[in-house]
């Protein structure tokens, strides 16, 4: 199978994980603009086509299975000359190291259990068998949210459902999966069946064999099979079963109930253990939900009665429903965990599980000597904790991003030491934000199920959805709104409802003001039908909480585009003095300013610290300045007897343009068309243009800020790219044309701002009046014929010095508009509906 080289689109960063087939970089996604966990296949391994055929078939395996617990694979594809997977990045770590750490208690253990034991479901319903589950392919998000990785070793086990070209290769030798004879797996995890190598008796049962040996090690801190040579392993486990986990550790309050399913699901014949990871999943949940004063005996596992029966049946309906069941009803995990860094003792009590004898209103809950009121405050005072400090490891990693943005080729020891620090305190802050999460999470479970309880339950998963849609998680996104739906009483339904009201005040009045929705799922994003609210002042206007584009035409004609980003609840209030169409200079456009947030997009080279910033009308050029216009200008200079030689483009110092009779002769290698950008000029150039400009005009023209700038250039709905969030080939005039200079004006459409300015993303950067405390340097704006994607990304900044030219920069004016009254559009002031 030949594999796309998507080299250019997939950008690699740091190394995060290493195994004996590939290595795994965290990577930016240049295309969708997304950070993305790619996979490389080791190089010595790429000649072996055995080797690549397997790892084509995870991707090709486990790309089928769209599931939250299953890690999503977006792409197989070559980079850099290697086989590689495009896999989701979750932050976080893997079982295998949570399993050493003893603050972690068993109670939050057994809930990522059971959301892996719904992932293997789901792929089991699917006709796929894992073959290799184990605690180093578990990985559990700093929020809780789990995936089970790494499917090279995972078989298509019903027919119909394996695309052409697949077949079941042999597995060669991986450095912790062992083989000898027909044996495949990982032999401390391994069914019998497989470590005795009868792969035709091996079906999704060997899976739930490897999901109770992980359970014996949850419940004992050791491997159901201990010794130093795989071969040693393989003989113990085709011996016979590990002895009990409650005399593997007897130091350990481990429940007679909890054991029965560990060795349920370990049993040696097939047919005795679980028929389904749900139902494993169901008897570990039964030792949340309820409790008993009678025990089942050795041999026996929990029964699914009790309160358990609908949450199952509805999950046979959707793998997920299991563990939003469980929080949505207010069954009670013993999740714990102490401050990071704090030593605690692993608790294996669990409450008793429900008997053979118990009739479900004989069950009843477990009990907590914590005061609800008490529980609830604690609860809502961990919640705060834990905005502040998502709010600090944010802060702090936008702040290394600056620095590192702006860090010279050899920077200094000082400089590094203080990029560390940062990137320390940021990981700080989310251990301690992820400890105060599960913390506010179990004080509220301890609070009961009260109208306040429910409220604070609601409260908190709909700050954590809006926190995982902020950082583009958005399966972690879907299951937190999900629960705050589920608790909500009707105090959060419009901001749920995705609901928001709008206030629009205009002077001079009768503004008439269209709202069209915008689409933003597709790579250019589009307008849907478009609404008349009618003529200003429009009062609490419901419109849906989402990015939108306001339309306002005066009554004398003037057009003025607002794309806004509408959050759920909230109420926002624009206040709008429009000029006079006669005021806006011929080829500008008029800005409405107001606040918004700058330099929140952490993917843009150099983009810095967000902050809240305020810009008052303006107009802004629709287009750079092009090589006609600016020739224009020096041949006025030069009839006016006025010296032009300052303001010739130069490259090195030498001049671009020679001058004879008052008329400038370009070279036409370098300036190939009248309607190219202007570029080879310094910042004294561009200012002296401006003003010569305006005064042809009588307009005060300038250079824009770089607020103004990123203002007009993305509006108050932070899309990353002129046209959406995603970069696409052939929308702007970048590094992917492969010329040798900018192409003319007129083309690119798409790269138009949604208020009007052309030629964001490509074509030349532009200069600013915006200056850096460091030497004098000049804040540089926009994308150009050579940029990369990622420095197309409205919000990417570089510097230069104002006396430098440069063949990827040129002009771009900004006009004040006449105004003498206070103006603005107030993207950020409101309240929540």
């Not at 113990?236 to 593997?248: A, F, H, L, M, W």
Request: charge should be neutral; hydrophobic fraction near 40%; proline fraction near 7%.
């Amino acid at each position: 199978m030949r594999l796309r080289d998507l080299s250019e689109r997939y950008s690699l960063k740091e190394e995060i994980g290493r195994g004996s087939i590939g290595i795994i970089h965290r990577a930016d996604d240049l295309l969708l603009g997304r950070l993305v966990a790619v996979k490389i296949m080791r190089p010595e391994l790429r000649n072996q086509e055995r080797q690549r055929a397997r790892f084509v078939r995870e991707a090709e395996l486990s790309g089928r299975l769209g599931h939250p617990n299953i890690v999503p694979i977006y792409d197989v594809c070559e980079i850099d000359g290697g086989p590689a997977l495009v896999m989701g990045l979750l932050a976080g770590r893997s079982l295998r190291t949570l399993l050493r750490m003893s603050q972690i208690r068993i109670g939050r253990m057994l809930g990522w259990f059971t959301q892996v034991c719904n992932g293997v479901a789901f792929a089991h319903d699917q006709g796929v068998i894992h073959r290799d589950i184990k605690p180093a392919h578990i990985f559990v998000g700093d929020f809780g949210q789990v995936v089970l990785t790494d499917w090279g070793l995972a078989k298509q086990v019903r027919q119909g459902l394996t695309p052409p070209g697949i077949e079941e290769l042999p597995v060669q030798n991986r450095g912790d999966v062992t083989r000898v004879g027909d044996v495949v797996g990982t032999p401390a995890y391994m069914a019998p069946e497989q470590a005795e190598g009868r792969l035709d008796a091996v079906d999704h049962r060997a899976d739930i064999y490897a999901l109770g040996a992980i359970l014996y090690e949850v419940m004992t801190g050791t491997r159901p099979y201990e010794a130093s040579r795989s071969i040693d392993v393989l003989r113990e486990v085709r011996k016979g079963p590990p002895e009990p986990p409650s005399q593997r550790a007897p130091h350990r309050e481990i429940s007679a109930a909890l054991e029965a399913v560990c060795m349920k699901a370990m049993a040696r014949e097939p047919t005795q253990r679980f028929q389904s990871a749900l139902d494993l999943a169901a008897n570990i949940e039964a030792q949340f939900d309820a409790r008993s004063t009678t025990k089942p005996s050795a041999g026996e596992a929990a029964p699914q009665s009790g309160p358990l029966t609908a949450d199952v049946s509805s999950t046979k309906r959707g793998p997920t429903t299991l563990v939003i069941a469980r929080v949505q009803t207010g069954a009670r995990a013993s999740v714990a965990s102490t401050e990071p860094g704090a030593a605690a003792p692993i608790s294996v009590s669990e409450p008793p599980a429900v008997t053979h004898s118990a009739a479900p209103h004989e069950v009843t809950s477990e009990t907590t000597s914590e005061d609800p009121a008490t529980a609830l405050a604690t609860g809502r005072a961990d919640a705060a904790a834990w905005l502040r400090h998502l709010q600090d490891a944010n802060g702090h990693a936008s702040e290394a991003r600056r620095l590192f943005a702006n860090l010279p080729n050899d920077p200094p020891r000082q400089v590094l030491g203080e990029l560390w620090k940062l990137e320390g305190q940021s990981r700080d802050a989310l251990e301690r934000a992820a400890y105060h999460f599960v913390q506010a999470s179990e004080g509220l479970e301890k609070a009961g199920d009260g109208t306040d309880t429910r409220s604070a339950k609601a409260h908190l998963h709909r700050d954590a959805w809006r926190a995982a849609e902020t950082h583009g998680d958005l399966v972690s996104a879907q299951f937190h709104r999900a629960l705050a739906e589920g608790f909500d009483d009707g105090a959060l339904a419009g901001e749920l409802a995705r609901r928001a009201a709008l206030t629009i005040e205009t002077s001079p009045p009768g503004a008439v003001v269209d709202l069209s929705t915008v689409d933003d799922r597709g790579t250019v994003f589009s307008l849907g039908a478009r609404l008349q609210l009618g003529k200003t002042p429009l009062v609490r206007r419901t419109v849906s909480a989402t990015r939108a584009w306001l339309r306002l035409t005066s009554a004398d004609g003037l057009a003025v585009h607002l794309p806004l980003k509408l959050s759920p609840g909230e109420s926002r209030i624009l206040e709008l003095v429009l000029p006079r169409s006669s005021q806006v200079p011929p080829g500008f456009v008029f800005i409405a300013g107001g606040r918004y947030v700058m330099g929140t997009d952490d993917r843009a080279p150099g983009a810095g610290t967000p902050r809240e910033v305020e810009v008052a009308s303006f107009c802004m050029a629709k287009s750079p300045v092009t090589c006609e216009a600016y020739f224009e200008f020096l041949e006025d200079l030069l009839a006016a007897g006025i010296d032009a030689e300052p303001h010739l483009p130069r490259r090195a110092g030498e001049p671009l343009v020679t001058i004879s009779d008052r008329r400038v002769a370009w070279r036409h290698d370098i300036f190939s068309a009248p309607e190219a950008p202007m570029r080879f000029v310094h910042k004294g150039d561009a200012s002296a243009y401006a003003a010569w400009l305006g005064g042809r005009h009588g307009a005060a023209l300038r250079l824009p800020t770089e607020e103004e700038w990123e203002y007009a250039a993305g509006g108050a709905d932070g899309r990353a790219y002129p046209w959406g969030d995603r970069f696409a080939p052939g929308l702007a005039d970048n590094r992917w044309r492969r010329a040798k200079g900018p192409a003319p004006l007129t083309g690119f459409p798409e790269d138009t701002s949604p208020l009007g300015m052309r030629n964001v993303a490509g074509g030349v950067s532009e200069w600013t009046s915006t200056g850096t405390d460091e030497e004098g340097r000049v804040i540089v704006r926009g994308g150009s014929w050579r940029a990369r994607p990622d420095q197309c990304r409205i919000a990417a900044r570089a510097t230069m010095p104002p006396g430098v030219t440069h063949e990827a920069i040129g002009i771009r004016l900004a006009a004040d508009v006449p105004i003498s009254e206070p103006t603005g559009v107030d993207s950020g002031r409101g309240d929540q509906a």
